[in-house]
C-alpha cells in the first residue's frame, strides 16, 4: 500500500472498487483496486489461483498508474537522429497511416510488419491480428509470446491436437503424490502459486525439480536434479528408459488412448542411465529415484517452463516429457498429467486469437481452407484476399530494413530492444527501418528508438479478458478513465484502419470486439462461443473450450478422448542433440538466463518502481566460486561476459550451487547489463523458439 492509499483509508474515504486481476504473469492473480483521493489502493482476494496472496509485483503494480514517466501524448521524430517531441494524435496517426500507404504502395502490403506482445487481451489480441490481415493486407505479424510458449505449443499440438498450458485446474498440483518441474521456478517467477505447492507438501506429496542452478524453488524440492543446460532431452528419454526396464509402463492406457508408442520404446531404449549421467551430470541414482516417484504413485504431474523450452530443441524436450508422461498413463486423470507453466500475463490467450503468424482466431492454422472460409466470413472479406503466414519472430525481427524484408514496423506491448536474442542485431534491425512505430506507456528501450511513440492505457483502465495459464478467461475490469490524451490500442487501431485505403472499420468497444472474437473462435480448437462476460463475471472465470453458452465449460481436458481425429494421444519419437553451440576452447562456459523474484520480462514496467528497483536494483553475473577463484573476482567484482555475438558487463555474484561450468544472469536490464546481448539466435525449426537457455561464452574481468 503506498502512503497516499494508507493516507485516504484512514481518512475515511469510501473508495470505488473493481474486481480485476494483476497485471504481470499467466497466474493471472485476483486483486481488487480500490480508487482513493490519493491514487489506487491494492488488495488481494481470495481467487483460485492465488488464494489471498500477491507477489512484490502485484502489490506494487499501481504505483506505474500515475508514475512521472507515464506517457500521455504522443511523441513524433521529424528527422533521423532527432528528438522525440509532442504531437496531437491527428498529426500522429496522419503520419502513420501516410508512411503506411506509401511503403506499401512502393514495395507491396508485406513492407508493413506487426509485433504483438502476450500481456494483450484476447480483444487486442484479436484485433491486431485482423488489422494486419484485413487492414494492412500483410502476411507479417507475430509476438513475443513466440519466445515464451511456442515450443510446448507446438509439442502439445502434435501430442494432444490441442494447446492448452495446463489442461486442467491449477488446484490439481495440490492433489499431486508427485510433481516433477522442468526448468520451472515459480517460487521467483509466480511467488503465489507456491501454496499450492504446500498443498501438495501438506498431503505428503513429493517435489522433484530438474534445474541446472539451486533455484528458490529447488531449494525447497525433496530432489534436485542439476543437469547440464540442454541436456533435459536425455533426461526424459532416461527416466522413461527406467520406467520401461522397471515395468511401469501402464499398457492398458497406451494401447486404448496413444498410437505410436513403438518407435518411441526403440528410441529410449539406447538411453542407458549411465550414458545420461555422463551427458547430463545428473546422477544414475536420481533419474533411478524420480522416474519410481513418477511411476509408483496414484497421481503425478510433470511441468515444463522455459528452462527446458527456450532451446534449438525445445519441442523435441517437451514431447519427450510428453511421451513419459503417456506412457505412465498420467494425461485425463485428476491430480495427473502433463502442463506447461505459461510466463506472460496473456501467453494463452494471446496465441489464440490471431497475431501468430501462422494463426486465426480460435487458434485455427491460417493455411486450412476451411478456417480461412470461417473467419473471412466473420470479417466480412473474400477467404482469398486474406494473406498466408509469416514467418516467426526471430526470422521478422532479423528481416526488417533488409532489401527484402519489412519497411515499417508496429509495436504493441513488446520491447525487443532487451527481450529479442542477439539483441545487438535487432537494435540495429529496427534502427535500419524507414518507420517504427511503438504503442506503450513508458519510454521503452524500443519507444526510444522510434519514430512515432503513441501513449496507451494500463491494466486498471480498460476493460477485456485475459486467459490464463489454465486457460481459465478471466475479466480485466477499468478502474478507472486513463489520462487525458492516451488512447485505447482498440482506438488506436481503428484510428489508423480509417486512414487507410478500403479498410473496413474497426470496433473500439471492448464487449463488441469480444462478442466478434466469440463468432471468429467458434469451431475451432480454442472455441470461445459460449463465453460472455457475465458469464465470467458469474463465476471465477470460463474454460474453454465452451462451445454453448447454455453448456458446460471444460476445466480438465483429455478424460474420455484427445483433441486428435481418432481422439488417441500421439507419441513422438525424439533424439537427443547438443546445444547449437558448443563450448570450446575460446568459449569453456555455458551462459543460461532467467528472471528474478522483483522484476518482470524486459523490466521497462518493474524497473520504475522503487521497490522492486531496491530488491533488485540491476543486474548480475551468477558463477560458482571455483570459477571465480580461476579468475581471480570476487563479489561483486565487474565482469564481463563475451559470446560470438556480444557482451554484457555486470557485477559477478558468487553462489556454491551452480554448476561450475555454467554462468547465469537475468534478463531485465538494458545497456552493458543486457543478458540478450550475448544469447544464441538459432531456432527451433518446429516453433521458432530462440535458444535463450544455453550458448558458449567466457566471462573475464571487466
Known amino acids: 500500500m503506498t502512503d497516499g492509499a494508507r493516507m485516504a483509508t484512514r481518512s475515511g474515504v469510501r473508495p470505488r472498487e473493481a474486481a480485476t486481476h494483476c497485471p504481470y504473469c499467466a497466474l493471472q492473480c485476483g486483486m481488487v483496486l480500490h480508487a482513493t483521493t490519493d491514487g489506487v489502493e491494492v488488495a488481494a482476494r481470495d481467487f483460485p489461483t492465488n488464494r489471498g496472496g500477491l507477489c512484490q509485483k502485484g502489490w506494487t503494480a499501481a504505483e506505474l498508474l500515475d508514475h512521472p514517466d507515464r506517457l500521455t501524448t504522443p511523441l513524433l521524430r521529424d528527422r533521423p537522429g ?40 484476447n480483444e487486442k489480441a484479436y484485433a491486431l491480428g485482423r488489422f494486419a490481415r484485413v487492414s494492412l493486407r500483410t502476411r507479417h505479424i507475430d509476438y513475443n509470446g513466440r519466445w515464451c510458449m511456442s515450443s510446448a505449443a507446438a509439442a502439445g499440438n502434435r501430442a494432444f491436437g490441442v494447446d492448452r498450458g495446463l489442461p486442467f485446474p491449477l488446484a490439481d498440483l495440490g492433489r499431486a503424490d508427485t510433481l516433477l518441474l522442468v526448468g520451472a521456478n515459480p517460487a521467483e517467477t509466480m511467488p503465489p502459486l507456491m501454496r499450492h505447492l504446500t498443498d501438495q507438501r501438506e498431503r505428503g506429496g513429493r517435489l522433484i525439480v530438474v534445474d541446472p542452478r539451486a533455484t528458490a524453488t529447488a531449494r525447497q524440492a525433496d530432489l534436485h536434479l542439476q543437469p547440464l543446460p540442454g541436456t533435459d532431452l536425455a533426461v526424459a528419454n532416461a527416466l522413461l528408459h527406467i520406467a520401461l526396464r522397471e515395468g511401469y509402463l501402464d499398457r492398458a492406457y497406451v494401447a486404448a488412448r496413444t498410437t505410436g508408442f513403438d518407435e518411441v520404446r526403440r528410441t529410449v531404449a539406447g538411453y542407458w542411465p549411465a550414458e545420461v549421467e555422463r551427458l547430463s551430470g545428473v546422477p544414475v541414482a536420481d533419474l533411478e529415484a524420480t522416474a519410481r516417484a513418477l511411476a509408483t504413485v496414484d497421481r503425478a504431474i510433470i511441468l515444463t517452463a522455459r528452462g527446458a523450452e527456450q532451446h534449438a ?153 485475459m486467459t490464463n495459464l489454465e486457460g481459465r478467461v478471466l475479466r480485466r475490469r477499468a478502474l478507472r478513465e486513463p489520462p487525458a490524451g492516451v488512447r485505447t490500442d482498440l482506438e488506436i487501431l481503428a484510428g489508423l484502419a480509417a486512414r487507410l485505403p478500403d479498410a473496413a472499420p474497426l470496433p473500439t468497444d471492448p464487449r463488441e470486439v469480444f462478442e466478434e472474437l466469440r463468432r471468429a473462435s467458434a469451431g475451432g480448437p480454442a472455441d ?115 559470446s560470438r555475438r556480444g557482451e554484457l558487463c555486470a557485477p559477478a555474484r558468487l553462489s556454491p550451487t551452480i554448476r561450475p561450468d555454467t554462468v547465469f544472469a537475468p534478463f531485465h536490464w538494458p545497456g552493458a547489463a543486457r543478458a540478450n546481448s550475448v544469447t544464441n539466435d538459432a531456432v527451433d525449426p518446429v516453433s521458432g523458439m530462440p535458444e535463450f537457455k544455453i550458448c558458449a561464452v567466457r566471462v573475464e574481468r571487466a
Open 528 to 642: 470461445y462461443a459460449g463465453i460472455t462476460w457475465e458469464r465470467i463475471d458469474a463465476d471465477t472465470g470460463v474454460f474453454w473450450p465452451c462451445p454453448d453458452e447454455h453448456g458446460p465449460d471444460r476445466p480438465r481436458l483429455f478424460a474420455d478422448r484427445f483433441h486428435t481425429p481418432d481422439g488417441r494421444a500421439r507419441f513422438h519419437p525424439v533424439t537427443h542433440r547438443p546445444a547449437a553451440e558448443p563450448v570450446c576452447a575460446d568459449y569453456p562456459l555455458h551462459f543460461t538466463t532467467g528472471r528474478v523474484l522483483a522484476q518482470y520480462q524486459s523490466g521497462t514496467q518493474t524497473r520504475r518502481v522503487a521497490a522492486l528497483r531496491r530488491a533488485a536494483p540491476g543486474g548480475f553475473v551468477e558463477l560458482h566460486p571455483d570459477l571465480a577463484a580461476r579468475l581471480g573476482v570476487a563479489e561483486g567484482t565487474p565482469v564481463r561476459v563475451v
Open 313 to 465: 530443441k525445445g519441442v523435441d524436450t517437451v514431447s519427450a516429457f510428453i511421451n513419459l508422461a503417456l506412457a505412465l498413463g498420467l494425461p485425463g486423470r485428476p491430480g495427473a498429467g502433463y502442463g506447461c507453466l505459461t510466463g506472460q500475463g496473456n501467453g494463452q490467450g494471446g496465441r489464440e486469437h490471431g497475431q501468430k503468424a501462422d494463426q486465426l482466431p480460435g487458434y485455427r492454422r491460417i493455411d486450412d481452407p476451411a478456417a480461412r472460409e470461417h473467419v473471412a466470413r466473420v470479417w466480412g472479406v473474400d477467404p482469398a484476399a486474406l494473406p498466408g503466414a509469416g514467418v516467426p519472430a526471430y526470422r521478422l525481427l532479423d528481416s526488417l530494413g533488409t532489401p527484402s524484408g519489412p519497411k515499417a514496423l508496429l509495436v504493441f506491448g513488446s520491447n525487443p530492444v532487451v527481450s529479442a536474442p542477439r539483441a545487438a542485431r535487432i537494435e540495429s534491425r529496427l534502427r535500419d527501418l524507414d518507420l517504427l512505430v511503438v504503442a506503450d506507456f513508458l519510454r521503452s528501450e524500443t519507444a526510444e528508438l522510434a519514430d512515432v511513440v503513441l501513449p496507451v492505457t494500463q491494466w486498471a483502465e480498460e476493460d477485456g479478458t
Open 82 to 121: 532527432g528528438e522525440l517531441r509532442p504531437a496531437g494524435w491527428d498529426e500522429a496517426l496522419d503520419r502513420v497511416a501516410t508512411a503506411l500507404r506509401t511503403l506499401a504502395d512502393r514495395h507491396g502490403p508485406d513492407a508493413v510488419a506487426v509485433f504483438g506482445g502476450g500481456g494483450l487481451t
